[in-house]
């Protein structure tokens, strides 16, 4: 079948469409992950968990390079003399020398830096608050078994120097030591006489007696017998 569209009025009507695109893309992505809330430890098993800020810096870089890398190239200059003036080239072809062209070819560098923050709350209150309230009460337990732990051992300091001290057995002065016993007073009360009984005999025959006792008189035996 005859194309009737070849050409109009004698002019080719070809059609060539043509285009190119070029382009590059670089993704670069910054993960943040996000730890566990901070958990203070009180002991006997009670571990409490509060508000948890996290901050991140970061920072990304990329080189971006082009191979193999040329500063310049040679340019050929032709010979385009026309000594004859005739509008043909004398030396066609003829190249007369080689100039340097920059290419502009370089090496892309990117740095990108920054920060990234966040905060983790505990959205039920009423755990938290139970747990801070356990961990205020174990932590005068334990302030309460340290001093009973300082009280025993002050006590057995007072039982152990008074001991050395009734022996007559201390450090001494120039020894480190010596602080250890040096605020423990030993006092020894004196002794009080005992309740005793003498018996005194005149003769044979009429025994004479008396008994001394604390808050008592003394009596003598006319006395013991009119009694």
């Known amino acids: 079948m005859p194309a009737n569209a070849g050409d109009v009025g004698g002019v080719s009507a ?18 943040v992950l996000q730890g566990p809330f901070h958990t203070n430890t009180y002991g006997n098993g009670i571990q409490c968990q509060g508000t948890t800020l996290s901050v991140t810096p970061f920072i990304t870089g990329a080189l971006s390079l082009k191979r193999p890398y040329e500063d310049f190239y040679k340019d050929p200059v032709y010979d385009t003399s026309d000594v004859n003036d005739d509008g043909i080239i004398d030396n066609p072809g003829n190249v007369l020398y080689f100039k ?14 920054g920060i990234s923050a966040t905060i983790s709350v505990p959205l039920d209150k009423r755990f938290t608050e139970r747990c801070l309230s356990s961990a205020t009460t174990q932590e005068k337990i334990q302030l309460q078994i340290l001093a009973n732990k300082r009280l025993d051992f002050e006590i057995a300091r007072l039982r ?22 040096s605020d423990v007073l030993l006092s020894i009360p004196k002794e009080k006489p005992i309740d005793h009984v003498h018996s005194i005999s005149s003769d044979s025959s009429v025994p004479f007696s008396f008994e001394i ?15």
């Open 14 to 31: 070809t059609a060539a469409p043509n285009a190119s695109s070029s382009g590059s893309v670089i993704n670069q992505g910054v993960q």
């Open 160 to 181: 152990e120097c008074s001991k050395f001290k009734a022996q007559n057995i201390n450090f001494h002065p120039q020894s480190p030591a010596y602080s250890i016993c």
């Open 213 to 227: 006792k604390k808050g008592s008189s003394v009596s003598s035996p006319v006395e013991q017998e009119a009694s």
């Open 100 to 113: 340097d062209i920059r290419t502009g070819q370089k090496d892309s560098h990117s740095i990108t830096g």
